[in-house]
């Protein structure tokens, strides 16, 4: 089995073996340069090599393992064999039996999925346990003889404190998250889990595994991870690198939608109207209601000749192009092709030949009867004429007098007052939903609008709707409770070609439109028959706090089940005291002084002052030291957290008791409730309130 100074000569060799592979790597780059063959396949080689070389020398170093199976005379295929676990695959010299098996190798599962029940052939299993870069200690659990016992070193790699970003969980990874993790491409999950139970990691893991499984097919259409805010994606940033992968695009929805910049805010009423999946309606016949039926035949001149196409002919084409039902641009360029066709036709017939640089010619010619009946348009200036609403000429002013022309209605495919209160669908919303989201006062063009949050999910449903958007081959979604209808059909949008793992926790849902049901969220996500997986047992947070949040799930009437903890250490503890900011410092100036990160979480509106208060007291705020709005807590965790106030964040927000209960669940070791005015009443019975 060897002792822990040979696992420590182990450790060299393993070192010795990735300096190999960094050199080598670079070697073949230089080589690759001078390989004989076609240029695509040079440039292509080229690229491969140098991206591997690349992701070698820039990968963050770690352990090189942190498992070893060992393999009993019983498994048919390992008999005898021990294998070193860890982050990524590290050859053995000249080409010999690997020094470290990548975790996602189909052996390495083995190291999560055996017991002492079902060893899976597995003699022995053991763990690491590391400071920094060196190997310390060692535990075997000796699963051939049925033991397996509580392990220190696994219990201590999930309590070790939070300083920094997220990090990866390859070597305590669980049963079950396991089988979440090595799910199958083509399979679409959701997983409800409860505060700390890893769901965030789990699915970080499988866009980690799916890569490695399905590499060529992956790196064609690309893995996408979409996270609630910046703060969420900086905390996770560094786990995808860890484990080897750095190609994974990971982004806010916002900035994924972002093709203008949010220069307006709204209003709750009117953001609620605009997530409404009834806007997708609204929107699809803003678009193509600026259809119109030919009234004339296409005439377009070709030197002293005038081509002509009958009226019934082209409305026949535009007709077909509309029961087609394709993209809108697509559609406009369906019809130009077929009136360049028809135009092709007659001319054959007359004997002329109708060649490459004739047909780009008369292509040209058709556009202003395109322009007249199909007009080329983008989507900001659908939803400009959308928001203005009916009654305001394009210039934002008064209705004009009946009969009166608006200003640019006479060019081509501009719309008619009358047109456009037909295309904005005014019996789909109601009157006071119309209301809501038009502007009080209309911007004087396209180019002066300000656009809300909620308008880049309106923009991009009407993108999608002229052309379609690029697709992924997998998409990450987590806090995915929080998407609004409309939100999860641009998100639908990008993967209809590939799956989804859609992460979130219905008790932590905090918009105005947080879903109810998983069900009904994943048939919004095009996903209606996608898998729903509980994640119940809570790794990080501990269980003081655990039960704590717990008695807030009946009054947030989130239909999940309760979280239980793994662990049962941690402290909780609830000060009543006379001024809030001096309560506040005295328990940051306490948690200081213990080891790992410390969050002080704050209605919104009391952040400022508790940040001024704990600078004034000498406390430095940023590092180890954060203060932050409740509003964005959500993902991150820290070991020690100060929730200020939990009244105030409950009145802050029509769902502020979900707000409290994220807040409450960021700690993974100690939680201090501090509070001035009375705690709400759903957290405390009236006994335990005082």
Not at 520 to 535: F, K, N, Q, S
Not at 637 to 652: G, L, M, T
Request: charged share 30%.
């Amino acid at each position: 089995m060897g002792t822990l100074d040979d696992e420590r000569q182990y450790v060299e060799r393993c070192k010795a073996g990735l300096r190999r592979m960094l050199e080598g790597a670079r070697d073949n780059v230089i080589v690759g340069e001078t390989v004989a063959g076609d240029r695509y396949s040079a440039e292509r080689l080229g690229y491969h090599l140098k991206s591997l070389a690349k992701e070698l020398s820039e990968e963050p170093e770690g352990p090189p393992f942190f498992g070893r199976l060992d393999f009993g005379q019983e498994s048919a295929e390992h008999r005898g064999r021990a294998y070193h676990i860890g982050r990524r695959h590290i050859t053995g010299e000249r080409g010999g039996t690997p020094l470290v098996i990548d975790w996602r190798a189909p052996v390495s599962r083995a190291f999560y999925r055996a017991g002492p029940r079902d060893p899976q052939g597995v003699a022995v299993r053991r763990r690491f346990g590391w400071s920094g870069m060196t190997l310390t200690s060692f535990e075997d659990e000796r699963l051939g003889r049925g033991e397996q016992g509580e392990s220190r070193i696994l219990a201590a790699e999930i309590e070790r404190p939070r300083v920094g970003p997220m990090r990866d969980i390859v070597a305590t990874i669980q049963p079950d998250q396991d089988d979440l993790v090595r799910a199958e491409l083509d399979v679409s999950i959701c997983v409800q889990g409860g505060p700390g139970t890893g769901k965030t990691a789990v699915g970080l893991h499988r866009a980690a595994y799916l890569l490695y499984a399905h590499r060529q097919r992956l790196r064609r259409s690309g893995v996408l991870v979409l996270g609630p805010n910046p703060a969420f994606l900086g905390y996770i940033s560094a786990v995808l690198p860890a484990l080897g992968e750095m190609d994974v695009e990971q982004t806010t929805l916002e900035r994924l939608l972002g093709r203008v910049p949010v220069t307006a805010v709204d209003g709750e009423a009117a953001a609620i109207v605009k997530h409404d999946v009834r806007m997708a309606e609204v929107l699809r016949g803003a678009l193509y209601g600026r259809i119109r039926k030919p009234v004339e035949p296409v005439v377009v001149p070709d030197g002293s000749y005038r081509w002509r196409v009958p009226e019934h002919e082209v409305r026949r084409i535009v007709d077909d192009a509309r029961r087609d039902a394709l993209p809108y641009g697509v559609g406009r360029e369906r019809v130009r092709a077929r009136v360049v066709s028809a135009i092709r036709a007659r001319a054959e017939a007359r004997g002329q030949t109708a060649n490459a640089a004739w047909t780009r010619r008369i292509a040209r010619g058709v556009t202003p009867f395109l322009d007249a009946v199909w007009p080329a348009v983008k989507p900001e200036e659908v939803l400009y004429e959308v928001l203005r609403g009916p009654g305001h000429d394009v210039r934002g002013g008064p209705p004009k007098r009946p009969g009166a022309k608006r200003p640019g209605a006479e060019r081509p495919g501009a719309l008619t007052e009358a047109e456009r209160a037909a295309i904005t669908r005014r019996d789909v919303l109601t009157e006071a939903e119309w209301a809501a989201i038009t502007w009080a006062r209309p911007p004087r063009s396209v180019r002066s609008a300000r656009w809300t949050a909620a308008d880049l999910v309106l923009l991009d449903e009407i993108a999608a709707l002229i052309e379609r958007p690029r697709g992924y081959g997998h998409v990450i979604l987590d806090e995915a409770q929080d998407l609004s209808p409309m939100e999860c059909r641009a998100v639908a949008r990008r993967g209809e070609h590939g799956s989804l793992t859609v992460l979130g926790d219905l008790a932590q849902g905090t918009t105005p439109w947080a879903a109810s049901s998983w069900e009904e969220h994943l048939a919004l996500l095009g996903r209606p028959d996608g898998r729903v997986i509980a994640l119940t047992t809570g790794f990080r947070v501990p269980a003081a706090v655990v039960e704590l949040a717990n008695t807030l799930l009946e009054a947030l009437g989130a239909r999940v089940p309760a979280t239980r903890s793994y662990r049962s250490d941690g402290r909780l503890r609830v000060t009543r005291v006379t001024a809030l900011g001096k309560g506040v410092v005295a328990a940051a100036r306490e948690a200081l002084g213990f080891e790992g990160s410390v969050g002080v979480i704050a209605a919104d509106a009391g952040v400022a002052a508790l940040a001024s208060a704990l600078r004034d007291e000498g406390l430095e705020v940023g590092g180890r030291l954060s203060v932050l709005p409740a509003s964005l807590a959500k993902g991150l965790e820290y070991d020690h957290v100060i929730v200020a106030e939990p009244d105030a964040i409950v009145r802050a927000e029509r769902r502020g008791l979900n707000r409290l209960y994220v807040a409450l669940t960021r700690a993974v070791s100690r939680l201090d409730v501090v509070h001035a005015g009375p705690l709400p009443p759903e957290l405390f019975r009236p006994a335990e309130a005082g």
